[in-house]
């Protein structure tokens, strides 16, 4: 069987450190990572490993996790978590574990920036959301990081929304700036940053081709979903010729880089790796023997959050060869 020489290596950095927060003593609780494989070999990793008690998924998709699951015909199915997905109406697994794009944030920030407040150059960090079939009626429930008490205040406030506009109500112009070649999780911002814009009745959101039509267009205030530090860069040059003043720039960004150099907001991988770690302690709290499953094409992303993962529940890298 084909196994990811990538995850490996990712998770023997995340063993021995490589920049990540150190793990508390305790972590591991029993676990044993007795596996890593892509998605495409789950059904058969679980065959070889019936020992298996749990699956943690890192940004596979809901559906053809479940799938390749089922499709190991295992008499009892292990645990599954799903990290890096919001579920729908349909089957889920035990957990979901999503990272929250900060788009009804970043919508709130860029509407204030309209009105003259322009956001701080900051490092705004949401904690993650963990859905089970238990609290999705509900809405999943919030591991709060240190920015959604903010967001929380700000959105308490009248300008947060507004009312209906009126004839005297004066409509404010922000600017989507998408990614050439979007990632998924790229693509699940733009499609949150548009789903709260259309509800605020006093925001006209438009996407235009670059930054520099942004500022021709009148708009107040970009909004950004990119990783790429160059991409903002480029945006702020536009936006100091604007002719009422610099534009706010606020980037969407998981991965909350500092070479933003601007208002950035993000559920990092470590918040996402907390949560999940969390999770993985409700469901074996005396440990158990886990899987391990991401692309063997993982993105920079994803990449991360195998890191974060594995570092949290202290992995033995040694173990999955």
Same mark, same amino acid.
């Given at each position: 069987?084909?196994?990811?020489?990538?995850?490996?290596?990712?998770?023997?950095?995340?063993?021995?450190?490589?920049?990540?927060?150190?793990?508390?003593?305790?972590?591991?609780?029993?676990?044993?990572?007795?596996?890593?494989?892509?998605?495409?070999?789950?059904?058969?990793?679980?065959?070889?490993?019936?020992?298996?008690?749990?699956?943690?998924?890192?940004?596979?998709?809901?559906?053809?996790?479940?799938?390749?699951?089922?499709?190991?015909?295992?008499?009892?199915?292990?645990?599954?978590?799903?990290?890096?997905?919001?579920?729908?109406?349909?089957?889920?697994?035990?957990?979901?574990?999503? /990272?929250? =794009?900060?788009?009804? @944030?970043?919508?709130?920030? %860029? #509407? !204030?920036?309209? +009105?003259? &407040?322009?956001?701080?150059?900051?490092?705004?960090?949401?904690?993650?959301?963990?859905?089970?079939?238990?609290?999705?009626?509900?809405?999943? /429930?919030? =591991?709060?990081?240190? @920015?959604?008490?903010?967001? %929380? #205040? !700000?959105?308490? +406030?009248? &300008?947060?929304?507004?009312?209906?506009?009126?004839?005297?109500?004066?409509?404010?112009?922000?600017?989507?700036?998408?990614?050439?070649?979007?990632?998924?999780?790229?693509?699940? @911002?733009?499609?949150?940053?548009?789903?709260?814009?259309?509800?605020?009745?006093?925001?006209?959101?438009?996407?235009?081709?670059?930054?520099?039509?942004?500022?021709?267009?009148?708009?107040?205030?970009?909004?950004?979903?990119?990783?790429?530090?160059?991409?903002?860069?480029?945006?702020?040059?536009?936006?100091?010729?604007?002719?009422?003043?610099?534009?706010?720039?606020?980037?969407?960004?998981?991965?909350?880089?500092?070479?933003?150099?601007?208002?950035?907001?993000?559920?990092?991988?470590a918040a996402v790796a907390r949560a999940a770690a969390a999770a993985v302690r409700r469901l074996l709290p005396e440990g158990g023997d886990v899987v391990l499953c991401a692309p063997s094409d993982a993105d920079e992303l994803t990449a991360a959050r195998i890191a974060a993962?594995?570092?949290?529940?202290?992995?033995?890298?040694?173990?999955?060869?």
């Open positions: 069987m084909m196994r990811s020489r990538g995850l490996l290596l990712l998770l023997a950095c995340a063993w021995t450190g490589c920049g990540q927060p150190k793990r508390a003593a305790g972590d591991e609780g029993g676990l044993r990572a007795v596996a890593a494989c892509a998605p495409t070999d789950l059904g058969a990793t679980l065959r070889e490993h019936p020992e298996a008690t749990l699956v943690i998924a890192v940004d596979c998709g809901i559906a053809p996790t479940l799938g390749a699951v089922a499709a190991a015909g295992r008499d009892q199915s292990p645990f599954l978590i799903v990290v890096g997905a919001r579920p729908g109406d349909g089957p889920m697994p035990d957990v979901c574990v999503e /990272a929250p =794009t900060g788009a009804s @944030a970043g919508v709130d920030l %860029a #509407l !204030l920036a309209c +009105q003259g &407040t322009q956001p701080t150059n900051a490092r705004y960090e949401l904690g993650a959301r963990t859905w089970t079939k238990a609290n999705r009626a509900a809405g999943g /429930a919030t =591991t709060a990081g240190p @920015a959604d008490a903010i967001f %929380a #205040l !700000l959105r308490s +406030q009248p &300008t947060s929304a507004g009312p209906r506009p009126t004839a005297a109500t004066t409509v404010r112009k922000v600017a989507l700036l998408a990614s050439a070649q979007p990632t998924d999780a790229q693509q699940g @911002a733009v499609e949150d940053v548009r789903a709260a814009a259309s509800r605020r009745p006093t925001l006209e959101l438009f996407e235009p081709a670059s930054a520099t039509a942004a500022v021709e267009r009148g708009a107040g205030a970009l909004l950004l979903t990119t990783s790429d530090p160059r991409e903002t860069a480029a945006a702020q040059r536009a936006v100091r010729d604007a002719p009422d003043g610099p534009a706010a720039v606020i980037v969407l960004d998981p991965l909350l880089r500092e070479d933003h150099d601007t208002c950035r907001i993000g559920c990092p991988p993962l594995a570092n949290t529940l202290g992995f033995d890298p040694a173990k999955l060869r």
